[in-house]
């Protein structure tokens, strides 16, 4: 009989995932897990599947490892990260309000604004951006060519009339030449009171409702375009996300929700 594993679904502005505590279930094989369990007609559903663990290093007090629903593993996710501070706050794991998260591409600050016992909001420290010169190209007609952001994963971010061509053109973006390791897809719109509407399409799991590395690239190739200052709210399919480009060390500042969504239990991948 196979094992049950415990999960639990969160979301941040509508970015879902599938957290597992593998301090209590270990998960052999979480790229075919993540496939498996992200299947929104059989499995669970969501955009992939986070594992939270204990930090293998003293500098960091929990780690993180994301899968997307493609099976492939990312670097790190800001919205997951938020969704993990929640988790480790109000299941009991930890009293401390601000945590330091082990991924991919380094670790990352969490800084949880408490009220009543419940993390209402969280601010993830994402580090400096590394800005790249990746090949310059015309996508497809007449849209403008875009900025290259990395946030620890690969972002191409373009600024046009058309949020929503992102559907149409998304996927020949993530996996164009230029990008040989393929690449997170933003298309963005500044509006007339200042904010910029985003669409996203996620390497390895199309058009997601959010992305919060997507959201501190957006922000971060609007700032060096002129199209914005040093902070902005980034509005996206499942909410909005408040970014600072903080000028005194040049880390980005990503604040917004997370939310709990359900537990349950889950036959283990053989």
């Known amino acids: 009989m196979a094992e049950k594993i415990r999960f639990t679904k969160m979301h941040g502005c509508g970015n879902d995932y599938i957290y597992v505590n593998t301090m209590e279930h270990p998960i052999a094989d979480p790229s075919a897990a993540a496939i498996l369990w992200s299947d929104r007609h059989k499995g669970i559903g969501s955009d992939g599947l986070v594992l939270i663990d204990r930090s293998p290093i003293p500098e960091a007090d929990f780690s993180m490892r994301i899968f997307n629903a493609d099976g492939s593993e990312a670097m790190m996710c800001g919205n997951a990260s938020r969704c993990i501070g929640k988790y480790l706050y109000e299941r009991g794991l930890t009293s401390k309000e601000s945590i330091r998260l082990l991924t991919l591409s380094g670790i990352k600050t969490l800084q949880l604004h408490v009220s009543g016992g419940i993390a209402e909001s969280i601010t993830v420290d994402m580090g400096e951006p590394v800005l790249e010169n990746a090949e310059q190209f015309a996508p497809t007609g007449n849209l403008t060519q875009g900025t290259f952001v990395s946030m620890g994963n690969p972002h ?33 719109h500044i509006e007339k009171d200042g904010e910029i509407r985003t669409r996203v399409w996620e390497r390895g799991s199309g058009i997601t409702q959010a992305c919060g590395t997507g959201a501190c690239a957006t922000a971060v190739a609007a ?46 991948v053989d």
């Open 156 to 188: 191409y971010v373009i600024f046009t009339d058309d949020v929503n061509k992102v559907e149409e053109a998304g996927h020949a973006l993530e996996h164009h030449p230029a990008f040989p390791q393929r690449c997170n897809i933003e298309f963005a």
């Open 223 to 268: 700032c060096l375009t002129g199209r914005a200052g040093r902070e902005s709210n980034i509005i996206m399919d499942g909410g909005t996300l408040h970014i600072e480009w903080r000028q005194s060390d040049n880390h980005i500042l990503k604040t917004g929700p997370a939310a709990f969504v359900f537990d349950g239990e889950i036959e283990s």
